[in-house]
C-alpha cells in the first residue's frame, strides 16, 4: 500500500504578499543550517518591531539534491514591504493562480508530496510556471509553508506543511 501525506489539491487565486527572507544555498546534507536562518529571521523581525503576516514559508528557486545545492529562501508574510540589509532580503510572493495541497506528516516525506503534485498537475494539463536557463530549472513560485508552529507541535510527524506552484499564466503562455 501507498502511504500518501497529501490531500486532494485546489486551485486558487492569491494576491501578491511583501516578505522579509534569507536567501540560501545548501544540499539535503546541510539543510540543518535552515534552522538558524528561521531563528535569525524572527528576531530580525522582533528586533525592527514587525509581525509577521502568515506562517514560515520556504520559496525553492531551484532544486538540488544530497549534493546539489537548493536555492532557497526562508521566507516569512509581512503586511508591508520592508527595508532589508546585508542579510535580510524583502521579496513579493507574486500574485496569481495556485495549485496547492496539505501535506501532513514529517517534512522529510516532502518530495514525495511535491512529486504527487506535479503529477496531478500534469494529469490535470496544468503548467507550473517555471523556466530553463542552460541547464537550470528555475522556480517562479513552488512554496512550502508550515502552518504547524513547531513551537507548539514538536512532533513533526503531526505537521501540516501547504505546499504550493503558482501555475503559468495566459499571459506568460
Known amino acids: 500500500m501507498t502511504v500518501r501525506y497529501i490531500n486532494?489539491?485546489?486551485?486558487?487565486?492569491?494576491?501578491?504578499?511583501p516578505y522579509?527572507?534569507?536567501?540560501?544555498?545548501?544540499t539535503l546534507l546541510e539543510w540543518d543550517k535552515m534552522k538558524e536562518h528561521v531563528e535569525e529571521l524572527y528576531e530580525w523581525l522582533?528586533?525592527?518591531?514587525?509581525?509577521?503576516?502568515?506562517p514560515l514559508f520556504f520559496r525553492y528557486w531551484i532544486i538540488g539534491s544530497a549534493e546539489e545545492e537548493f536555492h532557497v529562501e526562508v521566507g516569512i508574510p509581512v503586511e508591508r514591504m520592508a527595508f532589508g540589509d546585508e542579510q535580510?532580503?524583502?521579496?513579493?510572493?507574486?500574485?496569481?493562480?495556485?495549485?496547492s495541497a496539505l501535506h501532513q506528516g514529517h517534512p522529510d516525506h516532502l518530495a514525495k508530496s511535491f512529486n504527487e503534485l506535479e503529477?496531478?498537475?500534469k494529469k490535470e494539463g496544468l503548467e507550473l510556471d517555471r523556466r530553463w536557463e542552460g541547464e537550470e530549472e528555475i522556480w517562479n513560485g513552488r512554496f512550502e509553508c508550515y502552518l504547524t508552529d513547531p513551537q507548539i507541535e514538536p512532533d513533526p510527524a503531526k505537521w501540516e506543511?501547504?505546499?504550493?506552484?503558482?501555475?503559468?499564466?495566459?499571459?506568460?503562455?
Open 46 to 54: 522582533a528586533k525592527k518591531e514587525i509581525e509577521p503576516a502568515g
Open 8 to 17: 486532494e489539491p485546489t486551485i486558487e487565486i492569491r494576491s501578491e504578499q
Open 88 to 99: 535580510v532580503i524583502v521579496g513579493v510572493i507574486p500574485g496569481g493562480t495556485y495549485l
Open 161 to 173: 506543511i501547504q505546499l504550493s506552484y503558482l501555475l503559468m499564466s495566459d499571459d506568460a503562455a
Open 119 to 121: 503529477i496531478w498537475a
Open 20 to 26: 522579509v527572507g534569507i536567501a540560501v544555498q545548501a
